[in-house]
């Protein structure tokens, strides 16, 4: 049985973080992304405690951490890692941000550098979300975009539909069973609908192209991408981020969902990186 620590880190006024321990060692902190919880991350939690020091955090106004009305960009999201990194000095760290996450991972090096990093992970998504080419590599037509948060991030039930048709469509590949379905989106709600539609839209309009290309450049650097838009990924990796690795897998759950194969890569990397 994992033992797992679990505490609360202040972060600006008022906003105070869930985050959770388990094993020591190097330091692999896990973020997850749009609406989701440290929760995701169990079957990761429960490899690498084995070996690291696993950190993983409820992003403000996710799962179990403070939900407010200010903050709710992915800016603000860096920050935040800094003061959680800070209060648990932690150096010499895997950084792995999954969707949604990589962005605080990259907002957290452009603006506090490069000092407790040794390496980071960024798991299914694009440096810049948004793209009028189509031989780059974002998150889906312009038009798409506009429609999910137009017609579905207005209310509860709008929220509770998107993200259930996401996780059947885009995130795991097998037919879930409803349980755990329910579950997933359950984690998803914890987010307010109004809140949800603030860091969707924030997501959507960042641009961290500068920050891939440094952050791979200064670090060794894992990009996992999910097999549906593999060939589009790849070559935009290959072309933006030459030095950075890069592996496929399942769904943009795959951590999850193939959590055995997915892990073994993140360990081949972790060892690979640390004789570097």
């Known amino acids: 049985m994992t033992v797992i620590n679990e505490k609360y880190i202040k972060t600006d006024a008022g906003v105070e ?17 749009f609406t989701f919880t440290t929760e995701v991350f169990e079957k990761q939690v429960d490899y690498f405690s084995k070996t690291n020091r696993v950190i993983v955090l409820d992003p403000r106004s996710h799962g179990r951490s403070t939900v407010v009305l200010h903050g709710n960009d992915y800016v603000t999201h860096g920050a935040d890692l800094h003061a959680v990194l800070e209060a648990l000095e932690v ?26 990093v040794k390496s980071m992970i960024f798991v299914d998504m694009p440096p810049k979300s948004l793209s009028a080419d189509p031989q780059d590599w974002s998150e889906g037509p312009l038009d798409d975009i506009a429609g999910i948060y137009n017609a579905f991030l207005r209310d509860s039930s709008g929220q509770r ?40 839209a924030s997501g959507m309009f960042s641009d961290c192209r500068e920050e891939a290309e440094k952050a791979a450049r200064q670090v060794p650097t894992l990009n996992v991408v999910a097999e549906h838009w593999a060939e589009t ?38 060892k690979e990186s640390g004789k570097n």
């Open 17 to 33: 973080l869930f985050v959770q321990e388990a094993g020591s060692g190097d330091p692999l902190v896990l973020i997850p992304g």
């Open 161 to 200: 539909d998107f993200i259930s048709g996401y996780i059947t469509q885009v995130m795991v590949q097998r037919k879930l069973e409803e349980k755990d379905l329910t579950w997933l989106v359950e984690q998803s709600l914890k987010t307010p609908y109004y809140i949800a539609g603030n860091l969707f």
């Open 91 to 116: 150096t010499n760290a895997v950084i792995a941000g999954w969707s949604f996450g990589c962005l605080t991972a990259w907002e957290y090096v452009k603006q506090f550098g490069y000092d407790r």
């Open 233 to 270: 990924a790849v070559k935009y990796i290959n072309r933006l981020t030459p030095e950075a690795k890069v592996e496929i897998l399942g769904g943009h759950m795959m951590f999850w969902e193939h959590s055995e194969k997915f892990n073994r890569i993140v360990e081949h990397f972790i």
